[in-house]
Structures are given as structure tokens and as C-alpha cells.
């Protein structure tokens, strides 16, 4: 299976927010040379980071480091693998100024987003 990318460029800003409230991960990155550094920032502090610049993204992800022989439940009661990633999620975030923001979701939520904010698949 391969990853599926969204377009969310008519409400970017809001579907964030509300891939936030319904998060099971979240964090931050700075570009550090030619290399992302984790950072602690609130969500609020990163979002003042979007500019007109800023490239969005909400992917359907496929964890290619999934093995459900070696899976384990997590505190939800999901299978997930070593790192904590279950064997499909919604990431979304973005790139702006050298800032990173990365939100997984669970993929019980897709089905919400799609209807919700009319999303379609954005084509590569």
C-alpha cells in the first residue's frame, strides 16, 4: 500500500486544531543545518509559525515498520509497533520557516475528516 496525501489547503489552519483534539502523538522539529532537531514548543507557538509560504499536509500513512507479530497494545488498546505507530494514521502538519509540526491521529478519524472538511486526494 502507499501513503495518501490530502489536499487541505482551503482550511488548513482549522483542520490542525482539529487534528490536535483528537491526537494520540504530536511534536515539533527546527531544521538545524541539513538536519530536523526535535523542539518543545506549545501548539500555540507553532502555529504562529504559518505564513503564506507554509506547506501543509494530511497524509494517510501506511507504517512501513508495522509487524503484527511484534505489535503490543498501547494505552488506547491499539496495536501499535516498537516506536508507538500503529499499522495506519493521519499525519498532518507543516513546513514553514525552517519550523516542523507533525500531528498522528488515529485512522478511525479519517472517514470524520473526509466528510467533514471535503477533502480529496491531492494528485503528485
Not at 507554509?54 to 494517510?60: A, D
Amino acid at each position: 500500500m502507499h501513503d495518501i496525501f490530502y489536499n487541505i489547503d482551503h482550511k488548513p489552519i482549522e483542520i490542525l486544531k482539529d487534528c490536535y483534539d483528537k491526537k494520540f502523538n504530536w511534536w515539533t522539529d527546527k531544521l538545524d543545518g541539513l538536519q530536523r532537531k526535535r523542539i518543545n514548543m506549545t501548539f500555540e507557538e507553532i502555529m504562529e509559525k504559518i505564513n503564506k509560504d507554509t506547506y501543509f499536509v494530511f497524509i494517510h500513512r501506511y507504517n512501513v515498520m508495522f509487524n503484527p507479530e511484534c505489535a503490543e497494545k498501547n494505552k488506547d488498546g491499539k496495536l501499535v509497533n516498537l516506536f508507538g505507530m500503529p499499522e495506519e494514521y493521519i499525519e498532518a502538519g507543516f513546513r514553514a520557516n525552517g519550523y516542523f509540526l507533525w500531528i498522528n491521529v488515529y485512522i478511525e478519524y479519517l472517514d470524520y475528516f473526509i466528510d467533514k472538511y471535503d477533502l480529496s486526494e491531492r494528485k503528485l
